[in-house]
């Protein structure tokens, strides 16, 4: 059966840090790989997905960025965190299916940026 | 642009009741709708999946309609239990892009 995997479950960083999260899914090849954040009141944003290797879509501007250096790994980083970046943070996969596969998340990583 | 609107926001009901929690979506032209539960502090538990030529799925107790042509969807919970607590959302892809709009959430209570 598939898995995936984030970490760390929880983060304090200052601002200015720099941030690198993680995120890896087993049981399964070439899945498409999302980042989103959910901040409190805000609901859901998606941030990056990627569908292959080194393919990184951004879905908003931010001092985020996203990199896929091998297909089940997902990494989420930043060179200088700001306090906005503060939240919590959701990793997904979906399958290629042509029916439009379902989403599956991590168990998230809450960010503070203090 | 797509906009999906959960109402209510927040819901507590006894033990035992059968409850519906309801989803409208802007854009009819929906690919599939997708029902989700967080529990508090953890990620997201995918409950049921319905394609848009569907009407409906059912997963035990749970079960989704979906009216396209409407833009609303419903889950209905039967038999509430204490466990069912938890935060149900639901999402809306456009096409086969695997792109999901959220809906802001249902927070519901089951209380004992």
């Known amino acids: 059966s598939q898995t995936i995997h984030q970490w760390p479950a929880t983060l304090v960083q200052p601002v200015g840090s720099p941030l690198s999260l993680e995120c890896t899914v087993e049981g399964t090849s070439n899945p498409n790989l999302y980042w989103y954040r959910q901040a409190a009141g805000r609901g859901l944003q998606l941030l990056f997905y990627?569908?292959?290797?080194?393919?990184i879509s951004s879905e908003v501007p931010q001092n985020l960025s996203a990199s896929r250096p091998q297909d089940r790994q997902f990494i989420l980083s930043s060179k200088k965190l700001l306090l906005s970046d503060s939240g919590f943070y959701l990793c997904?996969?979906?399958?290629?299916?042509?029916?439009?596969?379902?989403?599956?998340f991590g168990n998230g990583t809450r960010l503070t940026v203090t | 642009k797509q906009e999906v609107t959960q109402i209510p926001a927040a819901l507590s009901v006894p033990e035992g009741e059968n409850l519906v929690l309801n989803c409208s979506f802007t854009d009819s032209a929906i690919y599939n709708l997708q029902w989700f539960r967080q529990d508090p502090g953890k990620g997201l538990t995918s409950l049921l999946l319905?394609?848009?030529?569907?009407r409906e799925q059912t997963s035990g107790r749970l079960n989704a309609s979906l009216d396209k042509s409407s833009g609303r969807s419903t889950l209905y919970i039967a038999a509430s239990q204490p466990g069912d607590s938890a935060t149900y959302l639901c999402?809306?892809?456009?096409?086969?892009?695997?792109?999901?709009?959220f809906g802001g959430g249902t927070r519901l209570m089951v209380k004992p």
């Open positions: 319905i394609q848009s030529s569907q």
């Open positions: 999402a809306v892809r456009l096409d086969a892009g695997n792109m999901l709009t």
């Open positions: 997904a996969w979906s399958g290629r299916r042509g029916l439009g596969s379902p989403l599956h």
């Open positions: 990627s569908v292959g290797i080194g393919q």
